[in-house]
C-alpha cells in the first residue's frame, strides 16, 4: 500500500492563490501518473489535473488556465499550483497517483473559496 499526503488546503478569499501538494514517501514502487481530483460539496468527484511520465499534462475544463500541475521525482512530489481562485473552486482535493504497484488515493484536503 501506497500511503499518499495531501496538504496545502485551506480558506482563501477569490483571486487569491494556492498551492496544493502531495508527497508518496517511500521506494520500491514506480509512479507512471500522478493526478488532482476535487470533488465539491454536494457533486461528484471530477478531474482536475494529470500528468504522465513522458510530461503530457491533461486538465480540466474549469481550471485550464488558471491551475499547473507539476511533479518532482524526488520524494515522490507532486504539485497543483492554483491561481485566480473562484467560489466555485471550493471542494476537497485528492491526490491519485498509477504505479506498477496500482492505483491509490490520498485522504484529501479542503480548499474553501469564499470572501
Known amino acids: 500500500q501506497v500511503q499518499l499526503m495531501e496538504s496545502g488546503g485551506e480558506l482563501v478569499q477569490p483571486g487569491e492563490s494556492l498551492r496544493l501538494t502531495c508527497t508518496a514517501p517511500g521506494s520500491g514502487f514506480a509512479i507512471y501518473a500522478m493526478a488532482w481530483y476535487r470533488q465539491p460539496p454536494g457533486k461528484e468527484r471530477e478531474m482536475v489535473a494529470r500528468?504522465?511520465?513522458?510530461?503530457?499534462?491533461d486538465y480540466g475544463d474549469s481550471v485550464r488556465g488558471r491551475f499547473t500541475i507539476s511533479r518532482h521525482r524526488v520524494g515522490n512530489v507532486s504539485y497543483l499550483q492554483m491561481n485566480n481562485l473562484k467560489p466555485e473552486d471550493t471542494a476537497v482535493y485528492y491526490c491519485n497517483i498509477r504505479t506498477n504497484l496500482g492505483g491509490f488515493w490520498g485522504q484529501g484536503t479542503q480548499v474553501t473559496v469564499s470572501s
Open positions: 500528468i504522465v511520465v513522458n510530461g503530457d499534462v
